[in-house]
């Protein structure tokens, strides 16, 4: 059973950091392609930072580039999110997803790829003074 699981997230004042994982069993992430996506209230989902490393590429959305930085250990089979300074309209909960077609670009996975094979559950950011 293909099954990831987001951690780390938290309420962090503004300007601070947080490292979300996404942490994978029943698949070798390496063989993924990899996406953090993002669920504001109210809001439709956005694709933060995805990644296809049999593409090498990586992308991030323009709301998070040169904050937010996607990274992968293998051998804990677990990805991450750095970000670092947040903004309160960084608040949302953030998912990680994973799918063995390493076809697309990032771009392509952010913001048009919706088959994803796994999800996370989500993981709540909040940023706040």
């Known amino acids: 059973q293909l099954q990831l699981v987001e951690s780390g997230g938290g309420l962090v004042q503004p300007g601070g950091s947080l490292r979300l994982s996404c942490a994978a069993s029943?698949?070798?992430?390496?063989?993924?392609?990899i996406g953090w996506f993002r669920q504001a209230p109210g809001k439709e989902r956005e694709g933060v930072a995805c990644f296809s490393s049999s593409v090498g590429s990586t992308y991030y959305a323009d709301s998070v580039k040169g904050r937010f930085t996607i990274s992968r250990d293998n051998a804990k089979n677990t990805v991450y999110l750095q970000m670092n300074s947040l903004k309160p309209e960084d608040t949302a909960v953030y998912y990680c997803?994973?799918?063995?077609?390493?076809?697309?670009?990032?771009?392509?996975?952010?913001?048009?790829?919706?088959?994803?094979?796994?999800w996370g559950q989500g993981t709540q950011v909040t940023v706040s003074s």
């Open positions: 029943g698949f070798t992430l390496d063989y993924y392609a």
């Open positions: 997803a994973a799918d063995p077609r390493q076809y697309y670009s990032g771009s392509y996975y952010c913001h048009r790829f919706t088959d994803f094979a796994s």
